[in-house]
């Protein structure tokens, strides 16, 4: 099974940026759709952001236009870019493999966004 490293995770200010990265153990070519999904405190885990092997990409409402997905299948990473960040956002961010029906999950990575 894929292991998933989630990293750039931290504290910026409200209006920032930050850029997530997810590092796959395996080529990430395999997999047909990869995603981020965030979860706060005392909220369901919800979708932010997904690109599929083919390079579309599906983004939840409220971070289009701000968020971008994308991959980098030589280096087998995923990355979110993420501007405008409001405070709102503050959750811990997750990567998501999906293949063959089978879903795979790094372990998070914390974004808090406080001035």
């Known amino acids: 099974q894929v292991q998933l490293v989630e990293s750039g995770g931290g504290l910026v200010q409200p209006g920032g940026s930050l850029r997530l990265s997810c590092a796959a153990s395996?080529?990430?070519?395999?997999?047909?759709?990869m995603g981020w999904y965030r979860q706060a405190p005392g909220k369901q885990r919800e979708l932010v952001a997904r690109i599929t092997s083919g390079g579309s990409t599906n983004y939840a409402d409220s971070v289009r236009g701000r968020f971008t997905i994308s991959r980098d299948n030589a280096k087998n990473t995923v990355y979110l870019q993420m501007n405008s960040l409001k405070p709102e956002e503050t959750a811990v961010y997750y990567c998501?493999?999906?293949?063959?029906?089978?879903?795979?999950w790094g372990q998070g990575t914390q974004v808090t966004v406080s001035s």
């Open positions: 998501n493999a999906q293949r063959g029906g089978i879903s795979s």
């Open positions: 395996g080529s990430i070519s395999r997999f047909h759709v």
